[in-house]
């Protein structure tokens, strides 16, 4: 296991972040992504800050720390489901990506 790959996957596990499904980020569909996260972050009791902050910031999270790992097709998905978090948590989506 690589050094960065333990810290990540520490953070993940034992800060305040969400109880994530499993395997959520390889996921195809976007707003099955932002779904799941919605969900983690609606019933969890590790967050500090609201829902939709906590589920994005997970999302972000996850897309920094496999950098140039993601395939641009990937990063895409990702991203994309960054629009449908927004659009599920009644919050205005950012202007189209190039």
Same mark, same amino acid.
């Given at each position: 296991?690589?050094?960065?790959?333990?810290?990540?996957?520490?953070?993940?596990?034992?800060?305040?972040? /969400?109880? /994530?499904?499993?395997?959520?980020?390889?996921?195809?569909?976007?707003?099955?992504?932002?779904?799941? /996260?919605?969900?983690?972050?609606?019933?969890?009791?590790?967050?500090?800050?609201?829902?939709?902050?906590?589920?994005?910031?997970?999302?972000?999270?996850?897309?920094?720390?496999?950098?140039?790992? /993601?395939?641009?097709?990937?990063?895409?998905?990702?991203?994309?489901?960054?629009?449908?978090?927004?659009?599920?948590?009644?919050?205005?989506?950012?202007?189209?990506?190039?």
């Amino acid at each position: 296991m690589a050094k960065s790959e333990g810290w990540s996957q520490k953070v993940t596990k034992s800060s305040d972040a /969400l109880d /994530l499904e499993h395997g959520v980020f390889a996921l195809e569909d976007p707003g099955e992504i932002a779904r799941s /996260l919605k969900k983690s972050a609606e019933e969890s009791a590790r967050r500090k800050s609201d829902p939709y902050r906590s589920a994005m910031s997970m999302l972000t999270f996850y897309i920094n720390r496999a950098g140039k790992q /993601l395939s641009q097709e990937r990063r895409d998905h990702l991203e994309a489901a960054k629009d449908e978090l927004r659009e599920l948590f009644g919050r205005p989506r950012k202007n189209q990506r190039q």
